[in-house]
């Protein structure tokens, strides 16, 4: 059935939430039954005859019963275990005693039988109900028996005086059973399946609400896939990522710690050479995967519009190595603002009792958790961006304020370097206008860090020729800028980091090199963007050529460069000549923008 699927997951809530408001409900229907009972015992066609009296006694017993349950319930709501089948015991007795008083199985009161079936449905779902029918049958065929002229019940009735032997069908009992059966597993059914899209419902909502949007995208997706973890007792998720707007593509891993049990999330961008292996056909439905003693793999896939598996369709031969050595995997694709598409990988998670029902299950959660995803990585970015707006704000009252009156300081202090003054004087006013014009500096440097950026792979050359000639004009040190003018094919976010990168270098030979000329350089081939950035100061403490390995292995070299290197997935090489100067040559792989 549609429900099984969900006895595995440890968080399934009580789809309920409220016991007690459902025993309140239960007793509404109950004095409603009742009194409706009483109507018809009065007013309709059918009155049971010589056992009328019996029978109002009873009706009225019944509703004196639902009203003072209802009642307490209003007053103290309750939802303990004895109360539940105290009231289900005095529903099936009062029902047994209004059937057995008007023709037994033929009894027109034999919708109290539904009534407490619904009960059931309502409190314990498909079992409950099932075993309340049963002892539903189960009493028809003993009043049947008390019923029958020959049984001894029956005998010590009319002994006693009283006629309640009354004839009746087989045929009749044995289809009041089977109605009394067929209703029990439809509304079994219906309350079981209810059931299961309320917890569906309240599962995916728990998930959902474990998105720490306040944390960034990593944080979303960390919440967000520790709970798909838990509600399936899987290891881990690999979740494959395409940018649609660039063609990038990232793989996420998400996985629990074995010392601590908290999570491990790592996201790294794949290269264009290996993004064949992450990348499946565009067409090809949701798929699950387990694997066979033999050591091989069973894929099984789910067409999304007719639900129909088929196994080892022709789409996928076989598991991506990335997910081999997997228990088994479930496999769903999404697509999320528009911007994002890929495949969600769940591996190695507890043996499935529907693998259709649960994969069905995580292809809903995961649609329902991408846009909550994606809404994160909008906050972030939105963050961003009013970052950078303030960064640049803040850079232009530094310019108008700060620095402006610095200059105009400096202006003045070497105005009053006038020929005529004392050497001690001249020389005091020399300090304090090499201090003023070194702040100028600074602020300028600063302000070059903090203003927000933006260039492209075409105004990539001319951004870093106009960085080269305000960083001659500003400090008086010769620079000169080249290019071999080949494309340059960067990400946007590789040219940020580029020119960060140089604006960093140039800050260095201005602070420690001593240079007078620093030469740029900014070629592209053979699949490399390259910069380099030699100068004629006084060098490094170190003779020869480094690469970044041994610079790290040395603690030598700009920490802030190796950094943004390592994060563009390049590599940088450094030659110095103590006293004649060092040249830095740092490369990044080309990838189409």
């Known amino acids: 059935m549609d429900f099984l699927h969900l006895k595995r997951f440890r968080h399934s809530p009580d789809v309920s939430n409220a016991p007690a ?24 066609p059918v009155r049971p005859g010589r056992d009328a009296l019996m029978i109002a006694a009873l009706l009225f017993g019944y509703l004196l019963l639902s009203v003072v349950l209802w009642v307490t319930l209003r007053w103290r709501p309750t939802a303990e275990t004895s109360v539940r089948i105290g009231a289900h015991a005095a529903d099936l007795l009062c029902t047994t005693a209004l059937t057995v008083s008007s023709r037994g199985p033929d009894s027109p009161f034999f919708l109290f039988f539904v009534f407490v079936l619904l009960a059931a449905a309502y409190r314990w779902g498909f079992q409950g109900t099932m075993l309340t029918a049963g002892a539903g049958m189960a009493l028809l065929v003993a009043e049947a028996y008390i019923l029958t002229p020959a049984s001894i019940p029956a005998r010590l009735s009319q002994n006693m005086g009283l006629r309640m032997a009354r004839p009746f069908q087989t045929s009749w009992l044995v289809l009041q059973c089977v109605y ?3 209703i029990g597993v439809l509304l079994g059914y219906l309350a079981e399946g209810e059931k299961s899209l309320q917890s ?33 007792g899987a290891a881990r998720a690999e979740i494959v990522v395409e940018d649609l707007e660039n063609g990038r593509l ?30 499946l056909a565009e067409d090809l439905p949701n798929w699950f995967a387990r694997r066979t003693r033999a050591g091989t793999y069973r894929i099984s896939m789910l067409a999304p519009e007719t639900k129909k598996a088929s196994r080892d369709p022709a789409g996928i031969t076989g598991l991506p190595s990335f997910l081999e050595g997997c228990a088994n995997v479930w496999a769903v694709r999404f697509r999320s603002g528009g911007r994002w598409q890929g495949w969600f990988y769940l591996l190695d998670g507890e043996t499935p009792l529907n693998w259709r029902k649960q994969l069905g299950f995580l292809q809903r959660v995961v649609d329902a958790s991408g846009p909550v995803a994606y809404n994160a990585y909008l906050v972030s970015r939105v963050r961003s961006e009013i970052g950078a707006q303030e960064r640049g704000r803040v850079a ?6 700060a620095i402006q009156s610095l200059l105009s300081a400096e202006l003045q202090v070497h105005s009053l370097r006038r020929p005529g003054r004392h050497g001690d004087e001249a020389d005091l006013l020399g300090r304090v206008e090499t201090l003023v014009h070194e702040q ?15 260039p492209d792979p075409r105004r990539l050359p001319e951004f870093l020729a106009e960085q080269v000639e305000k960083f001659q004009r500003e400090t008086g040190i010769e620079a000169v800028f080249s290019t071999d003018g080949a494309p340059v ?3 946007g976010r590789a040219c940020r980091e580029l020119v960060r990168i140089a604006q960093e270098l140039l800050f260095n030979v201005r602070r420690h090199s001593e240079a007078g000329r620093v030469d740029l350089r900014l070629t592209s081939a053979d699949g490399v963007c390259r910069l380099e950035v030699s ?14 390995a041994a610079l790290e292995a040395m603690r030598k070299g700009p920490r802030v460069v190796q950094e943004r290197v390592r994060t563009l997935g390049g590599w940088m090489a450094i030659e110095s000549h103590p006293g004649k100067g060092a040249r830095l040559e740092i490369c990044v792989p080309q990838r189409e923008a």
Do not use: C
């Open 396 to 401: 232009r009252e530094l310019h108008d304020g």
């Open 440 to 454: 100028v500096l600074d602020l300028r440097e600063l302000m070059e860090k903090i203003r927000p950026i933006d």
């Open 21 to 44: 408001r459902r025993e309140q409900i239960i007793a509404t229907g109950r004095v409603f039954l009742a009194a409706g009972a009483i109507a018809f015992d009065y007013w309709g």
């Open 250 to 279: 990232f793989l996420w891993d998400v996985r629990r710690k074995q010392n601590d049990g908290g999570m491990g999330v790592s996201v790294n961008e794949i290269e264009s050479q290996r993004q064949a292996t992450y990348r």
């Open 200 to 232: 569906e419902a309240a599962t995916t909502a728990q998930i959902i609400s474990r998105a720490r949007l306040a944390g960034g995208l990593k944080a979303a997706i960390e919440g967000i896939t520790a709970e798909i973890l838990a509600a399936f």
């Open 489 to 491: 094919r960067l990400t």
């Open 535 to 548: 100068d004629d100061g006084r060098g490094f403490d170190f003779s020869g050529r480094f690469d970044q």
């Open 180 to 182: 009394l059966l067929m």
